[in-house]
């Protein structure tokens, strides 16, 4: 099985940075892109920013400017850096990879626990 591990949660006043990373594990192949969603409370999960196998990047109008994913294939790892966060960013973040676990499998979803992130003064 494939387990995602986020880390680097946390309270955060506004005009603040934090860095999330998620780290993926198990029986992986290869991973297509990797990306980070997030759900606030009543409301959808939603994108905040993908980012291929290759390096390229797609982020929310949201956050465009502010935040920065960034990944490591040799360690299947990914990272976003927040700046100038808002309280409008406060959520729960979700890691998200797509994992093939052979070399002849689908290409499967998998999803991290989550990891608060609060900006509050």
């Known amino acids: 099985q494939v387990q995602l591990v986020e880390s680097g949660g946390g309270l955060v006043q506004p005009g603040g940075s934090l860095r999330l990373s998620c780290a993926a594990s198990?029986?992986?192949?290869?991973?297509?892109?990797m990306g980070w969603y997030r759900q606030a409370p009543g409301k959808e999960r939603e994108l905040v920013a993908t980012i291929s196998s290759g390096g390229s990047t797609n982020y929310a109008d949201s956050a465009k400017g502010r935040f920065t994913i960034s990944r490591d294939n040799a360690k299947n790892t990914v990272n976003l850096q927040m700046n100038s966060l808002k309280p409008e960013d406060t959520a729960v973040y979700y890691c998200?990879?797509?994992?093939?676990?052979?070399?002849?499998?689908?290409?499967?979803?998998?999803w991290g626990q989550g990891t608060q992130v609060t900006v509050s003064s």
């Open positions: 998200n990879a797509a994992v093939r676990v052979t070399v002849w499998s689908w290409v499967k979803d998998y």
């Open positions: 198990g029986s992986i192949s290869s991973i297509n892109a």
